[in-house]
Structure formats: structure tokens, C-alpha cells
């Protein structure tokens, strides 16, 4: 199979699942997207996550993740880290593998969708909700330096005009960023919208 027909494949039956899968981990993400008061609500979380439980859902995604890419026939190696009551899975490549990129696709649309395809084997396999956070390639680190220059050009907005400035729809991953990005720089943010049109509104208070 060509890594084009590979990425129709792939990405087809993703998005599709997308989903059922937002609607299974909606409830937990919302969680986390309160502006100010995530940082307390994950805090809340840790506490009662046990390194054990991270351990295992580290290991099921991962072995839900290798079955896909040997279906797939795409190569990468998958390294497992826990910080800060959460698991981070992250599917790399020694040498630049054009069936990793079709796995993140156009602005991270297939990694969301893989993730919460990840999310929801591991709740199958434990029954217990994952707040797991999938990146491939790196992509979720290039891109968190692409979500602070966001915040800051928003911030800057909301300072020299005196509106508030609405952003693009993100991840709950994502729109945690910014919320920590705004708090920071000393403005208010909030999440307004539902589902796929869930984004966050900058303002001075």
C-alpha cells in the first residue's frame, strides 16, 4: 500500500471514528478547559492518579498503537512518559518516515482523532477514562511554540485595542496551553462554543 493511499485510509477511518470518540471523552476534557481553574481541576486529578494505573495505560496505548502501525506497515518507535499525573505516548522515526506525517495530518486533524481512538482502547481494556496525550514526530512540541506566539499576539491585541479577541477552535490539549500562555501574561481567557467550535476568548477581565 502507497503512503498516499496509506493516508486516505487512515485518515478516513479516523475522522470518522473522531466522533464517537469526543463524545466518550467529552466530560473528561471539559474538565481541564476552565481557564484559571484547570490548573486546579488537574491538580485535583493527579492526586488521584496512581503511578501504577499511568503505568498501565502507558502500556495498553502503547500496544494499541504498535498494532496500528504494523497494520499500517509504517515504522516508528513508541516511548512511553509519565509526568504530572498524566501519560505522554510519543511515535517517533530514526530517518524521516512519510507514513508518520500522513498519521499527524493537516494541522494535527488525524493525531486528535488517533488520540481519542487511543484514549478510548484504554478505556476498554481498563475502564478507566485516559487524559493520555498522544504526539507523533514532534509535532505537539513544534506546535506548543506555535500556540504561545498565539497567545501572545492575542494578549497584544486585547491591550492595544481594549476588545477581546476570539481565537480559532482547538484541542482541550491545545486550549490548556493557551490558558496557562494568557494567565501568564496577565489577561483572562475563557472557552466559549461546543464540540469542534469549542475556542478560547482573550480579554482583560
Do not use: C, F, W
Not at 78 to 98: C, F, K, L
Not at 143 to 154: F, H, P, S, T, V
Amino acid at each position: 500500500m502507497s503512503a498516499e493511499s496509506t493516508e486516505h485510509a487512515i485518515s478516513a477511518e479516523a475522522i470518522d471514528e473522531q466522533d464517537k470518540a469526543l463524545s466518550a471523552v467529552q466530560d473528561a476534557e471539559q474538565d481541564v478547559d476552565s481557564g484559571a481553574g484547570a490548573e486546579d481541576t488537574e491538580g485535583s486529578e493527579d492526586k488521584g492518579t496512581s503511578a501504577s494505573r499511568l503505568e498501565e495505560e502507558g502500556d495498553v496505548a502503547a500496544d494499541y498503537l504498535e498494532e496500528l502501525l504494523d497494520i499500517a506497515d509504517i515504522d516508528g518507535d513508541i516511548d512511553i512518559e509519565v509526568r504530572n499525573g498524566r501519560t505522554y505516548i510519543s511515535i517517533v522515526a530514526e530517518e524521516e518516515a512519510a507514513g508518520l506525517e500522513s498519521l499527524v495530518g493537516k494541522d494535527g486533524e488525524v493525531l486528535e482523532a488517533l488520540q481519542e481512538l487511543t484514549r478510548l482502547a484504554v478505556l476498554s481494556s481498563t475502564e478507566n477514562r485516559s487524559r493520555l496525550v498522544l504526539d507523533i514526530n514532534g509535532y505537539r512540541s513544534e506546535r506548543a511554540g506555535d500556540l504561545q506566539k498565539i497567545a501572545e499576539d492575542a494578549v497584544a491585541s486585547v491591550k492595544e485595542a481594549g476588545e477581546s479577541v476570539a481565537l480559532a477552535p482547538m484541542s482541550a490539549y491545545e486550549r490548556k496551553i493557551v490558558h496557562d500562555a494568557v494567565a501568564d501574561l496577565g489577561l483572562i481567557s475563557e472557552s466559549e462554543g461546543e464540540g469542534a467550535d469549542r475556542h478560547i476568548v482573550v480579554s482583560a477581565d
